[in-house]
């Protein structure tokens, strides 16, 4: 289970941090990452790393959003600098391992840009 946590309202420009902690250990998943929904659209990768080949971003978030976990507290997170009004969206987590069917999502956090 995921409980994601961190989002809130903020003025453009502004930062925040997402977490999502897992009920168990996440040392064992090699897909980890970070989604969002803005209304009215699609669910899209915001973030995603794999143990093979490393952190892929969206162009859109490229130098601005920075992945990152801590094995010891089962949490990954993303920290969100210099944000948009179109990063407005529900941020979803998620783990997997490759190769098998385990593929959890968090509830999702909303995060509004906005002045």
């Known amino acids: 289970q995921l409980q994601a946590s961190g989002g809130g309202l903020v003025q453009p420009g502004g930062s925040l941090r997402l977490s999502c902690a897992a009920s168990?250990?996440?040392?064992?998943?090699?897909?980890m990452g970070w989604y969002r929904q803005a209304p009215g659209k699609q669910r899209e990768l915001v973030a995603r790393v794999t143990t093979n080949f490393g952190a892929n971003y969206a162009d859109s978030v490229k130098g601005r959003f920075a992945f990152s976990r801590d094995n010891a507290k089962n949490t990954i997170y993303l920290q969100l600098y210099s944000l948009k009004p179109e990063d407005t969206a529900v941020y979803y987590c998620?783990?997997?391992?490759?190769?098998?069917?385990?593929?959890?999502w968090g509830q999702g956090t909303l995060v509004t840009v906005s002045s």
């Open positions: 168990g250990s996440i040392s064992s998943f090699d897909v």
């Open positions: 998620n783990l997997g391992r490759t190769g098998t069917s385990l593929d959890y």
